[in-house]
Each structure stands twice: as C-alpha cells, then as structure tokens.
C-alpha cells in the first residue's frame, strides 16, 4: 500500500504564489516517478508537472517558467512551488506517483487563484 498526503493548498489572489507538498509513505521501493495533475471543475484531470527517479522534469505548457517541481528522495515527499498564479489554475491538485504497473493518487488539494 501507498499513501500520499498533499498539503497546501488554499485561496490566492492572481499573481500571489503557493507552495504544494505531497508525502509518500508506505511501501515503496526505491526512487519512483512523481508529479502534479490538476482538474478543474468540469474538466479532465490533466499534468501539471512530474519528476522522473533521476531529477528529469516535464511540465505542462501553461505552467512552463511559472511552476517548479522539486522532490526530497530521502523524504519521498515532491514540492510544486507556483509563482505568478492565474485565475486559470484553479483547480483540484492531486499528487501522482508511479510504481508499474499501478498508479497512485493523493486526496487532492483546492488550489482558488481569485481577487
């Protein structure tokens, strides 16, 4: 079993940033892939951004130079810190983590860019 545990979200004014934090515990066997996905009310869930065992990085086109994932392999936790937030980031984000050939998902966490 694995669990996965997002913190911080909240409610930001546009331009304003947040930090999100996803911990992973349970039994996971060495460096695993990890991420972000999003899905707005009405929408598909979609990538925000991951992180491969060795740093690679992928990102969403809409969040390149404005979202950075980092991860803490001795931790298994992975950040997203969002700068420049936009009304168009809201969303619920979920953290993601891939140990083949299952997926695993976080809760989600309410992320509301609105003045």
């Known amino acids: 079993q694995v669990q996965l545990v997002e913190s911080g979200g909240g409610l930001v004014q546009p331009g304003g940033s947040l930090r999100l934090t996803c911990a992973a515990s349970?039994?996971?066997?060495?460096?695993?892939?990890m991420g972000w996905y999003r899905q707005a009310s009405g929408e598909q869930r979609e990538l925000v951004a991951r992180?491969?065992?060795?740093?690679?990085?992928d990102y969403a086109d809409s969040v390149k130079g404005r979202f950075t994932i980092s991860r803490d392999n001795a931790k298994n936790t992975v950040y997203l810190q969002m700068n420049n937030l936009k009304p168009e980031d809201t969303a619920v984000y979920y953290c993601?983590?891939?140990?083949?050939?299952?997926?695993?998902w976080g809760q989600g966490t309410q992320v509301t860019v609105s003045s």
């Open positions: 993601w983590l891939y140990m083949g050939p299952n997926d695993y």
């Open positions: 992180i491969g065992q060795y740093g690679i990085t």
């Open positions: 349970g039994s996971i066997f060495s460096i695993r892939p």
